[in-house]
């Protein structure tokens, strides 16, 4: 069993930057692989990245390339989403997920693959 809490969403102008955590309790956090989604409103949750158990390995949705960064820290039990020039249509509830490794296929981008979730931070970016 794995508990996520994320935090650290919150109002910023547009170009400005947030970093996202999500603390992680129960056992072996380093075994799964972690990943990022976000939902705006009215539309259908999506992959925003994810990195590998290990943090070997890491793959971004084309929409966030280039701008937001996914990185964990097994020691603290915490992955981080730092996210930079932010524009209006990232604004989004934004929620991490926990992926068995042997449930998919690298990288898992579909909300199926994804045994555990945590509740989600809401972006707010204004232009």
């Known amino acids: 069993q794995v508990r996520l809490v994320a935090s650290g969403g919150g109002f910023v102008q547009a170009g400005g930057s947030l970093r996202l955590s999500c603390a992680a309790s129960?056992?072996?956090?380093?075994?799964?692989?972690m990943g990022w989604f976000r939902q705006a409103t009215e539309k259908e949750r999506e992959f925003v990245a994810i990195?590998?158990?290990?943090?070997?390995?890491?793959f971004y949705a084309d929409s966030v390339k280039g701008r937001f960064t996914i990185s964990r820290d097994d020691a603290e039990n915490t992955v981080f989403l730092q996210m930079n020039n932010l524009t209006p249509v990232d604004t989004a509830v934004y929620s991490c997920a926990a992926a068995d490794p042997l449930g998919g296929t690298w990288p898992q981008r579909n909300l199926r693959e994804y045994d555990y979730w945590g509740q989600g931070t809401q972006v707010t970016v204004s232009s």
């Open positions: 129960g056992r072996s956090f380093y075994n799964y692989h």
């Open positions: 990195i590998s158990a290990r943090g070997g390995s890491i």
